[in-house]
């Protein structure tokens, strides 16, 4: 009981709560980064999240065809496939990484989501740095 | 006429190809040897650890440090040669990045010593003996180095003045970074003794790169296929490290028709080349919207070895200072 997950969860700002003040969702989920487009992820920052410290990363990316900069979300699909060997050789499980491909420009279930996440982390326990 | 500046050439944890390298100067071994006195070099000549004891702090002007750092006698020494010389240079990709030695971080220290000394197919051990630090022995105690939990770069043990990369540095790097301590003409502390660009920009494969870059899986090893000599090997589908590595290498792999493997290490402002390359390469793999990634990555055998191959030790998740979490304190 008490183990509370740190979960990171970067959200591309052109699918996910556009419409909602970012402040307010920033107040209801502290770890929220709001990104320009989901493939402006670098491994290097999913690296540098668990380095210090999270023990999951969510990534809410626009639908399948619906990139604003046509192909964002699935260039971090495939990294995010090649970042998992990487992650499994430090004994971080794949599972800590999630990406939803979908649209939620309100913001309405992105609370719900981080949750949803948060419950299966706890279900995997903190993250064993042994290697990190 | 003025005393000869000292040098010291030392290994740690280390093959001995830097070494190698350094003979590989040939007559310009002769030079060197004519403007400094090499008061040590385990590998060449005769070393005993009185001989290192024995100086003065601060009295050798130059020592070049190759090898990474993997148990309490290697950060014992490298500790005393700081303390001995005015400029620390380290030698190699394993006194730089800590080098393939580096990959063993992938591995807790228990489990290698487990394989190493129990369960690998060729060892005999009914005993399940294990290598200790301290054996009584016939009324006295026979020591033995600790072997630490992690591999480290040199610099994340003492203060490191400059670098030259290489898995080995090319003997005219050596060279170069030897006559600019003499002559001082050294560039700020903590420099790299190495060109700035990465290899993609000196590769003589350059001019066959594509403009529109775009590798189409699978991705092909080298040993799985016959390389063209001249064509780029990304744009042909063979991982290649050149984008991702610092040049000054003379490109002696490629010209050997195999792809750059990272020995340079990162161009400058890049703390992780692996994550930079993986970033790079979902960019380019073209596996189309309908097509399966995941086939694509498969076909890349071992992509944690192939992209940390010389790195793991000062990447992002494997980088630790000695004395960080885990380690006691030799």
Redesign the interface.
């Known amino acids: 009981m008490g183990y509370e997950p740190k979960l990171v969860c970067f959200s591309c700002k052109f699918g996910w709560g556009y419409l909602k003040d970012p402040n307010a969702l920033r107040e209801e989920a502290a770890l929220l980064t709001p990104v320009e487009c989901s493939g402006r992820l670098d491994a290097l920052h999913l690296l540098k999240a668990f380095k210090e410290g999270a023990d999951g990363i969510l990534i809410l990316a626009c639908e399948e065809g619906h990139c604003h900069f046509q192909e964002g979300n699935f260039r971090t699909l495939k990294m995010l496939y090649l970042l998992r060997d990487v992650l499994q050789a430090h004994g971080i499980d794949g599972e800590r990484v999630r990406i939803e491909f979908s649209r939620d420009p309100e913001g309405r279930t992105i609370l719900d989501r981080i949750t949803q996440m948060k419950a299966s982390l706890s279900g995997l326990g903190p993250l064993d740095r042994a290697l990190l | 006429m003025g005393e000869k500046p000292k040098i010291a050439i030392c290994w740690l944890g280390a093959c001995g190809g830097c070494d190698e390298a350094i003979v590989d100067l040939n007559e310009g071994l002769l030079d060197v040897a004519e403007a400094v006195s090499i008061e040590l070099w385990p590998v060449a000549m005769d070393f005993k650890y009185d001989h290192l004891t024995a100086f003065g702090k601060d009295e050798i002007a130059v020592g070049l440090v190759s090898g990474h750092v993997r148990n309490s006698e290697h950060a014992e020494v490298a500790r005393l040669l700081r303390d001995r010389c005015r400029l620390i240079i380290a030698l190699g990709a394993c006194a730089c990045f800590g080098g393939t030695p580096g990959l063993a ?4 220290r228990e489990e290698i010593l487990d394989t190493v000394y129990r369960t690998a197919p060729s060892v005999v051990n009914p005993d399940g003996t294990i290598p200790q630090v301290e054996t009584p022995w016939d009324g006295e105690a026979l020591r033995l180095p600790a072997f630490l939990h992690h591999v480290y770069a040199l610099n994340q043990v003492i203060d490191v003045d400059y670098f030259i990369p290489g898995c080995p540095p090319p003997p005219e790097l050596i060279r170069n970074g030897v006559r600019a301590v003499l002559t001082d003409d050294l560039p700020p502390k903590g420099s790299t003794l190495a060109p700035r660009k990465a290899l993609c920009e000196t590769c003589p494969r350059n001019k066959t790169k594509p403009l529109r870059f775009e590798i189409h899986g699978p991705i092909r090893r080298i040993h799985e296929v016959e390389a063209d000599p001249e064509m780029c090997f990304l744009a042909d589908g063979i991982l290649c490290m050149g984008p991702a590595t610092r040049t000054g290498c003379g490109e002696t792999c490629i010209r050997a028709n195999t792809p750059c493997r990272g020995c340079f290490g990162p161009v400058p402002g890049v703390t ?1 080349p ?3 390359f ?2 790079s ?3 380019l ?1 073209k ?1 189309g ?1 309908t097509g399966d ?2 086939a ?2 498969a076909s ?1 055998g071992d ?2 070895g192939y ?2 191959r010389f790195t793991h030790p000062i ?4 980088a630790r200072r000695l004395g960080e979490a ?1 380690e006691e304190t030799p």
């Open positions: 971080n992938l591995a807790a992780d692996g994550s930079r993986i970033s390469l979902a960019a793999l596996v919207t990634p995941r694509v990555m890349i992509p944690v992209l940390y990447s992002t998740l494997g885990l």
